[in-house]
């Protein structure tokens, strides 16, 4: 991978509407309209990151770049939001005032798949080819977008810790589901007081519930914005679902793009155990099933985004090498 400091690598930051709901994007490199760039040079292939839950795209924000740089700069690297997963900058609303509903139940979980392929439709012209990253709920996300629609013209698809079935049913979903769908609006409640503390008290507390956990400092400044009441709330409300909906492994759409799929499963993972991960190797024998040796934690967007984005630039470096 080259050597570039953040502060040389292209960032732009948008805070658009996509299906009538708030959504930020990130995007790495020089390319920030696909549609209206009319550069004889334009990439015809884009990395597309669909993060985990919450979907706050400055988590990732380490990771694109780390990725831009990884491809020598080539290739844009864009990461976008979940509906709602953001706190819409001032004078802009949650949702659009347009007097119409573009679509129902944007904020739920088959809301968002609907949200990324309308993204892709109105920013990717049709014959970029793309390379989808997922993160956790991003992977179930990414398998619905295929299975919708199967034209999408798709190089290559990582799913990264994969939250694709039995939600419920793991160490963490055990704990979580009682919580986010039963007692999902008591919580409202003392998050809706801290929205009134200084920021140093907010950002203070943050420390505190990350004792013993290795972060990087740009966490703490994102996670400043789950303090807004319509971010966090969006985010629980996805949770309850996926706890009630991710619960079969869609084994159809996973064999009829196997050969374009890569999984990396967590070797300490309480979201997806390692024996979702043994299950995954024995039904799918010519798949490209791996297990993380690194101890990597789920979130790996924490401690070792760079890490991460090596290892993605070597596991493609033969299929870009084709282009």
């Known amino acids: 991978m080259k050597t570039t400091s953040e502060e040389q690598v292209p960032l732009h930051e948008e805070f658009i509407y996509c299906s009538g709901a708030a ?5 790495c490199g020089p390319w920030k309209d696909l549609q209206k760039d009319e550069s004889k040079d334009l990439p015809k292939l884009l990395f597309l990151v669909v993060p985990g839950n919450p979907g706050l795209v400055s988590f990732y924000k380490t990771f694109i770049q780390a990725l831009y740089c990884g491809f020598n700069q ?21 949702t659009e005032d347009t007097g119409m509903k573009e679509l129902d139940d944007v904020f739920g979980l088959s809301g968002q798949i609907e949200h990324k392929l309308n993204f892709v439709r109105k920013n990717v012209p049709e ?30 698809c990582l799913l990264l810790f994969p939250t694709i079935e039995r939600m419920a049913e793991s160490p963490h979903g055990k704990i979580m589901t009682p919580l986010l769908c039963k007692l999902r609006y008591l919580l409202y409640v003392p998050l809706y007081l801290m929205t009134f503390l200084p920021e140093r008290v907010q950002i203070s507390l943050l420390r505190y519930w990350m004792q013993g ?40 759409t996973i064999r009829q793009n196997l050969k374009k799929l890569i999984f990396y499963y967590g070797s300490r993972d309480k979201w997806c155990p390692t024996q979702y991960y043994d299950e995954m190797k024995k039904d799918f024998p010519d798949g490209d099933i791996r297990l993380c040796e690194r101890r990597m934690n789920h979130a790996f967007v924490l ?11 070597d596991w493609l470096e033969d299929d870009l090498a084709k282009l």
């Open 23 to 27: 959504t930020q994007v990130l995007k």
């Open 74 to 94: 080539q290739y844009p690297v864009w990461i976008v939001s979940h509906a709602g997963h953001c706190k819409p900058p001032g004078g802009m609303k949650m």
């Open 127 to 156: 014959d970029t080819k793309l390379v989808l990253i997922g993160h956790s709920i991003g992977c179930y996300i990414i398998l619905e977008m295929m299975k919708r629609v199967p034209e999408l013209q798709v190089l290559r």
């Open 213 to 252: 956990i290795k972060y990087d400092d740009s966490f703490i400044v994102t996670s400043l914005d789950l303090y807004y009441m319509g971010c966090s709330a969006n985010a629980m409300y996805i949770a309850s679902q996926e706890m009630m909906k991710v619960v079969e492994r869609d084994n159809t």
């Open 303 to 313: 401690h070792a985004s760079k890490e991460m984005a090596d290892m993605i630039a």
